[in-house]
């Protein structure tokens, strides 16, 4: 972020894995951490689908997610329309946004897109469209994270769980 930019938003964009009830404990717990700070959180969903294994011809229970790549598309846009950013960083490695992201900037030339990838992921279709890219570091993730303990208004402690020690 340069000197002279100001945060007007931050939209947190994912989807509970329903099927691993102690990840979506920790994920709630998340979720309600980032609200604590402000964050704005847009949840989709997964969906179950039965896949046909090509080597031993079972079926088997894959779950996919839903929505998110939409959700994000849409905020994107909307945030364009409502000139609501100059710029917008987007932190995901999803070539599913390339026609959102593409749309944005044929209708909105002068907004800036600064795509964030994820450590371990990239996309060159997405560094094309981008006027900025990076990626996230192992060493910005460290030191990036919440305080063990977080002390909601009304008193209520958020403790981070131990998986995460």
Not at 78 to 100: C, E, Q, W
Request: glycine share 2%; with cysteine; proline share 4%.
């Amino acid at each position: 972020m340069v000197q002279n930019e100001q945060i007007v938003d931050i939209l947190y964009f994912s989807a509970y894995m329903f099927w691993k009830p102690e990840k979506v404990a920790r994920h709630q717990l998340y979720t309600k951490a980032l609200r604590s700070e402000g964050i704005k959180i847009i949840m989709s969903e997964f969906k179950k689908k039965q896949v046909k294994c090509e080597k031993c011809k079972e079926y088997y229970d894959k779950y996919e997610e839903k929505q998110t790549d939409v959700q994000i598309a849409i905020n994107l846009f909307k945030g364009a329309i409502d000139d609501s950013f100059d710029k917008a960083i987007v932190v995901s490695g999803d070539s599913d946004l390339m026609p959102a992201l593409e749309a944005v900037k044929l209708r909105f030339p002068k907004k800036e897109l600064h795509l964030l990838f994820p450590s371990r992921r990239t996309s060159e279709l997405l560094k094309q469209i981008a006027d900025q890219y990076s990626k996230i570091r192992e060493k910005h993730l460290a030191s990036s994270q919440f305080p063990n303990e977080i002390i909601l208004p009304d008193g209520e402690v958020l403790r981070k769980p131990v998986e995460y020690f």
